[in-house]
Nanobody, 114 residues
Framework: VQLSESGGGLVQPGGSLRLSCAVPRFMFNFWQISWLRQAPGKGLEWISDINHDGSCTAYADSVKGRFTISRDNAKKTVDLQMNNLKSEDTALYYC????????RGQGTQVTVSS
């Protein structure tokens, strides 16, 4: 199983982006989904989780208060709304079925630059 990320792009500091993770229908209502990122030259960093029904979320301190994870039952996606983006948010963003990145997709690039 491999998830699929989309929605990345180039944005100025202070801007916003919304990432989407397409989750196979047979998994959507049963699996926790995580978002992670990897900045150039750095390791994989966990940033957020949402449980199978959306009732529980968690965030890394680095994104708390700026990023929001949610589930879209109609589209079968797990979305990451990113506000007040900073240059240090520049990274390749992945969604996965675990906090350590299992079953992650190819990733979507987010670049924050003026």
């Amino acid at each position: 199983v491999q998830l699929s990320e989309s929605g990345g792009g180039l944005v100025q500091p202070g801007g916003s982006l919304r990432l989407s993770c397409a989750v196979p229908r047979f998994m959507f209502n049963f699996w926790q989904i995580s978002w992670l990122r990897q900045a150039p030259g750095k390791g994989l960093e966990w940033i957020s989780d949402i449980n199978h029904d959306g009732s529980c979320t968690a965030y890394a301190d680095s994104v708390k208060g700026r990023f929001t994870i949610s589930r879209d039952n109609a589209k079968k996606t797990v979305d990451l709304q990113m506000n007040n983006l900073k240059s240090e948010d520049t990274a390749l963003y992945y969604c996965a079925t675990s906090s350590d990145g299992q079953n992650r997709g190819q990733g979507t690039q987010v670049t924050v630059s003026s």
